[in-house]
């Protein structure tokens, strides 16, 4: 399986940036990254993806290493609705068609 | 556009009894995944559809656990002999081309089974 480590868990405060951190030692060179995240009693959602450049999308903001051992995922604003467990899992050549998630982290927001 | 649908929402079984579970994909997506999350677990995957490629099944936990996909459409998925440890969330997504490196999974909302 392609390795990430993740933080079983996080706080932040409503309304401030969340700093999700996610570790990829053994990430090969063709190797997407990937966030999913999932509010409770539902499937998850597609949050944002990339592979050597950061992206920003509507939802987030992908920040990832230059050696790409490591990428962020960056919520600018938290609100109440972000409060999920979040996916960071790495795609590609090794994988397959395979999306493997491990436990994620599970983000939440203090109002 | 409708997203990807799964039918029961929940479903509570006795030990041995045998349970099917429906997936539709979202219409054009050629590719399907099978997914099992036990409580306060990450997602299993358990099988893979692609067009009519032969499935990728090295996920399914034993020979109890079998899925079947028409063309590009409906899935099912088909628990032999359910025993207590099936119990758990079984969540189906699909993408549009099963390019697992830039593909987005869209995934239903699950059928919880209970295995009594």
């Known amino acids: 399986d392609a390795k990430t480590t993740q933080p079983n868990s996080m706080e932040s405060n409503e309304e401030e940036p969340v700093h999700l951190p996610c570790n990829h030692s053994?990430?090969?060179?063709?190797?997407?990254i990937h966030w999913y995240r999932q509010l409770p009693s539902q499937g998850p959602e597609y949050v944002i993806h990339?592979?050597?450049s950061n992206v920003n999308n509507r939802m987030a903001s992908l920040a990832i290493a230059e050696d790409r051992k490591s990428s962020t995922l960056i919520l600018h604003r938290a609100t109440l609705r972000d409060a999920a467990v979040y996916y960071c899992?790495?795609?590609?050549?090794?994988?397959?068609?395979?999306?493997?998630f491990g436990t994620g982290t599970s983000l939440t927001v203090i109002p | 556009g409708a997203g990807v649908s799964q039918s029961p929402s929940n479903k509570v079984t006795e030990k041995g009894k045998d349970v099917e579970l429906r997936c539709d994909p979202i219409?054009?997506?050629?590719?399907l995944y099978w997914y099992r999350q036990r409580l306060g677990q990450g997602l299993e995957f358990l099988i893979y559809f692609q067009g009519n490629s032969a499935p990728d099944k090295s996920g399914l936990p034993s020979d109890r656990f079998s899925a079947e996909r028409t063309g590009e459409s409906v899935s099912t998925l088909t628990i032999q002999r359910t025993q207590q440890e099936d119990s758990a969330v079984y969540l189906c997504?699909?993408?549009?081309?099963?390019?697992?490196?830039?593909?987005?999974?869209?995934f239903g909302p699950g059928t919880r089974l209970t295995v009594l």
């Open positions: 997504a699909s993408s549009l081309e099963g390019l697992a490196d830039t593909d987005t999974q869209y």
């Open positions: 219409s054009g997506h050629t590719a």
């Open positions: 053994t990430i090969s060179g063709t190797d997407y």
């Open positions: 990339g592979l050597t």
């Open positions: 899992i790495l795609t590609g050549f090794d994988t397959g068609n395979q999306f493997y």
